[in-house]
């Protein structure tokens, strides 16, 4: 696994770095969206990411706030709460086994289901925001979604989204 890719300190690829192959999952089901909570937490906590009030804080936001977004090819969620509640900063990404049901950002009456769900844990409100936009729009490329879908390796998952996110120089 090409490591320079993951943990680089390069300012171009700035925004891998908060990817790292613990935080990557593949193939996992969740009964619903609290259950997922409530296991993403107890990873996060175990290694230093988040804070004890971490769950309650995530579970509550997205409950106000849903985070589904309906992009194509497959919906995406986004879940992320106030940073006063992370330690070090993080995206976790976990591919489904099957489609979880997820309140569509902006008109919670409305339920997506998603394939991918990458939480966010920033410890400041503005630094996330290109790192933000390239995955949404990465996440948004059909080739690349596919290609993501088909991957049975985590490293190799990892390695080919931070790979795209780096190729990106533009956005």
């Known amino acids: ?12 690829a ?9 935080l990557t999952f593949l193939d996992k089901y969740y009964d619903n969206a609290t259950d997922y909570f409530s296991s993403i937490f107890f990873i996060l906590k175990e290694l230093g990411f988040v804070r004890s009030s971490f769950l309650e804080a995530i579970v509550s936001r ?10 194509l ?17 993080f995206i976790s990404i976990t591919r489904l086994s099957r489609p979880l049901a997820w309140n569509e950002m902006g008109n919670d009456n409305n339920t ?14 503005d630094s996330h925001l290109k790192s933000l936009q390239k995955l949404m729009d990465c996440l ?8 993501l ?13 931070t790979s ?3 190729s990106d120089k533009d956005l």
């Open 140 to 147: 948004a490329d059909e080739e690349v979604v596919q290609t």
């Open 112 to 125: 997506l289901y998603v394939h991918f769900i990458v939480l966010l844990g920033f410890i400041d409100h």
């Open 73 to 89: 090819p497959v919906a995406i969620a986004l879940p992320h709460t106030d940073p006063r509640h992370v330690i070090r900063p």
């Open 149 to 161: 879908r088909d991957i049975k390796n985590r490293d190799t998952f990892l390695n080919t989204l």
């Open 62 to 71: 997205e409950k106000a706030y849903p985070t589904g977004l309906p992009t």
């Open 14 to 22: 700035q925004e891998c770095e908060y990817f790292l192959p613990q």
């Open 1 to 12: 696994m090409r490591t320079d890719i993951i943990y680089s300190s390069d300012k171009n």
């Open 164 to 166: 795209r996110l780096q």
